[in-house]
């Protein structure tokens, strides 16, 4: 009979804390909902700043605008964590064309790839080579590359239903073709956009040419999908078209920058850290609202919610809006380094870096039995249609502080549209829905407090 006892007891309070943890929920998500800060602190940031690349005026405005909020919500401690921060300008907007006969040309849309150099003054003009892949540029050869333009159109698989996925099976030809062309004697690289749609926006993104001399670089620009499917079918009529364009990025020196970062201290474990963040810079072309404001407020508004509603963390929970993310991830890099040296203890990092839409679940990295844990807790995230707990990538700026123990996430919203926007002129406040952003900032803290409640063992 005792043993009886002892079994229904067990049980009541199981069932009394699942009860409890389902209402404090409920409360997250009504308060995102009902008295949510994320959309005015993105529409500031959008809007009233705009655009943030690193070492820019717009990412200093956002270091001060994002503390000074922060200083308002009675954090126990904000501060700035100072970091050095590429600084890669645009400078006049690009110009290009198809050129079919003399005097016979097309204008189409491209970009600079961030990191790329400029063109001669006048602009490069030359015959166009169109390869699907950088295994294809090898088999060509200097032969049939040198003196010529590059034009990888490789697109973003359309029947992944993953777009990170098919994102990832494309981006190399973005990061790495200009240092492979090179090599066979290109003057310079076109890029298919980074995009699953057919549009007229090119998106810019990061690239590099390691340790090539800078002597050797050559300059590499995004093409817009409507304008490589263009000049594709250009190419497939008659071989002997030019392309022309001109662009006048150019990279300067270093400069100093900040991780901004918020912190409520734990009453039981303090010396146990959870992170929760995005990226606070951005790509020039757009304001940045979904890559990444949209991570950036959603991490400050599930720690202010959270505080809101009387939660009182038992483990130290800092927001980190991590600087540089873009074009080098020195802000993370910074965060991870920092951390160690004080020998603290971070046992989970949430990061938020897929756009403001409508939130699916999460992605756990390096955390076998978390995964198993998270999955536990199914129930209580039913009512708000998140169903998605599976091993996967945690986040850029969180990498860095991937260790045998520390559990990375990701927040998970539905990534079919986010492509549209990533790294383009279109990534703007008007792409933002309200509701889907604030049921982000939700999911986040809900997360946030259950691996506070309960850990990640």
Same mark, same amino acid.
């Given at each position: 009979?005792?043993?009886?006892?002892?079994?229904?007891?067990?049980?009541?309070?199981?069932?009394?804390?699942?009860?409890?943890?389902?209402?404090?929920?409920?409360?997250?998500?009504?308060?995102?909902?009902?008295?949510?800060?994320?959309?005015?602190?993105?529409?500031?940031?959008?809007?009233?700043?705009?655009?943030?690349?690193?070492?820019?005026?717009?990412?200093?405005?956002?270091?001060?605008?994002?503390?000074?909020?922060?200083?308002?919500?009675?954090?126990?401690?904000?501060?700035?964590?100072?970091?050095?921060?590429?600084?890669?300008?645009?400078?006049?907007?690009?110009?290009?064309?198809?050129? *079919?006969?003399?005097?016979?040309?097309?204008? &189409?849309?491209?970009?600079?790839?961030?990191?790329?150099?400029?063109? @001669?003054?006048? $602009?490069?003009?030359?015959?166009?080579?169109?390869?699907?892949?950088?295994?294809?540029?090898?088999?060509?050869?200097?032969?049939?590359?040198?003196?010529?333009? /590059?034009?990888?159109?490789?697109?973003?698989?359309?029947?992944?239903?993953?777009? !990170?996925?098919?994102?990832? $099976?494309?981006?190399?030809?973005? +990061?790495?073709?200009?240092?492979?062309?090179?090599?066979?004697?290109?003057?310079?690289?076109? &890029?298919?956009?980074?995009?699953?749609?057919?549009?007229?926006?090119?998106? *810019? +993104?990061?690239?590099?040419?390691?340790?090539?001399?800078?002597?050797?670089?050559?300059?590499?620009?995004?093409?817009?999908?409507? %304008?490589?499917?263009?000049?594709?079918?250009?190419?497939?009529?008659?071989?002997?078209?030019?392309?022309? !364009?001109?662009?006048?990025?150019?990279?300067?020196?270093?400069?100093?920058?900040?991780? &901004?970062?918020?912190?409520?201290? +734990?009453?039981?474990?303090?010396?146990?850290?959870?992170?929760?963040?995005?990226?606070?810079?951005?790509?020039?072309?757009?304001?940045?609202?979904?890559?990444?404001?949209?991570?950036? /407020?959603?991490?400050?508004?599930?720690?202010?919610?959270?505080?809101?509603?009387?939660?009182?963390?038992?483990?130290?929970?800092?927001?980190?809006?991590?600087?540089?993310?873009?074009?080098?991830?020195?802000?993370?890099?910074?965060?991870?380094?920092?951390?160690?040296?004080?020998?603290?203890?971070?046992? !989970?990092?949430?990061?938020?870096?897929?756009?403001?839409?409508?939130?699916?679940?999460?992605?756990?990295?390096?955390?076998?039995?978390?995964?198993?844990?998270?999955?536990?807790?199914?129930?209580?995230?039913? @009512?708000?249609?998140?169903?998605?707990?599976?091993?996967?990538?945690?986040?850029? %700026?969180? $990498?860095?502080?991937?260790?045998?123990?520390?559990?990375?996430?990701?927040?998970?919203?539905?990534?079919?549209?986010?492509?549209?926007?990533?790294?383009?002129?279109?990534?703007?406040? %008007?792409?933002?829905?309200?509701?889907?952003?604030?049921?982000?900032?939700?999911?986040?803290?809900?997360?946030?407090?259950?691996?506070?409640?309960?850990?990640?063992?």
């Amino acid at each position: 009979m005792k043993h009886f006892f002892l079994i229904a007891s067990i049980f009541f309070s199981i069932h009394l804390t699942a009860q409890n943890d389902a209402e404090i929920i409920k409360q997250i998500y009504s308060t995102s909902l009902t008295d949510g800060k994320s959309y005015s602190w993105l529409d500031h940031l959008s809007n009233q700043i705009g655009s943030r690349l690193s070492g820019s005026l717009g990412a200093e405005l956002a270091v001060e605008y994002t503390k000074a909020e922060m200083d308002k919500l009675g954090f126990d401690k904000v501060w700035l964590q100072p970091v050095m921060v590429p600084k890669w300008v645009r400078g006049a907007p690009e110009f290009a064309y198809i050129e *079919t006969s003399p005097g016979t040309t097309t204008n &189409v849309n491209i970009c600079a790839l961030g990191g790329s150099v400029a063109t @001669p003054n006048a $602009g490069i003009k030359a015959n166009v080579i169109e390869v699907k892949s950088l295994k294809e540029l090898e088999t060509l050869g200097k032969e049939k590359i040198e003196g010529k333009i /590059v034009f990888f159109n490789r697109p973003m698989q359309a029947d992944a239903i993953r777009t !990170f996925d098919a994102y990832s $099976g494309a981006v190399d030809q973005r +990061g790495a073709g200009a240092r492979k062309a090179v090599k066979y004697g290109a003057v310079g690289v076109i &890029v298919r956009s980074m995009n699953l749609r057919l549009d007229d926006f090119p998106h *810019t +993104g990061g690239m590099g040419y390691g340790d090539l001399p800078v002597s050797q670089h050559i300059p590499a620009a995004a093409i817009s999908t409507n %304008d490589a499917e263009k000049l594709s079918a250009m190419l497939s009529l008659n071989k002997d078209i030019k392309f022309f !364009f001109r662009q006048n990025c150019q990279q300067l020196k270093d400069v100093q920058s900040y991780n &901004v970062i918020g912190e409520i201290k +734990g009453s039981e474990f303090p010396n146990e850290y959870i992170v929760v963040g995005g990226h606070l810079d951005s790509w020039d072309l757009g304001d940045g609202s979904h890559d990444d404001g949209a991570g950036c /407020v959603q991490s400050m508004d599930a720690l202010r919610i959270l505080k809101q509603i009387g939660v009182k963390p038992k483990r130290t929970i800092r927001v980190v809006l991590f600087m540089n993310e873009e074009n080098g991830l020195r802000g993370g890099t910074e965060y991870a380094k920092v951390a160690k040296e004080k020998g603290e203890n971070h046992i !989970f990092a949430l990061e938020s870096d897929s756009g403001g839409f409508t939130p699916r679940g999460f992605s756990f990295e390096n955390g076998d039995s978390f995964v198993k844990k998270a999955q536990q807790w199914k129930s209580l995230f039913e @009512p708000y249609f998140i169903h998605y707990f599976e091993k996967g990538h945690g986040g850029a %700026d969180i $990498g860095p502080l991937k260790n045998d123990t520390v559990v990375l996430a990701g927040l998970v919203p539905d990534s079919q549209r986010y492509f549209d926007y990533h790294h383009a002129k279109n990534d703007t406040f %008007d792409a933002i829905n309200k509701r889907e952003l604030e049921l982000g900032a939700a999911t986040m803290a809900s997360m946030i407090y259950l691996v506070d409640t309960y850990g990640t063992k």
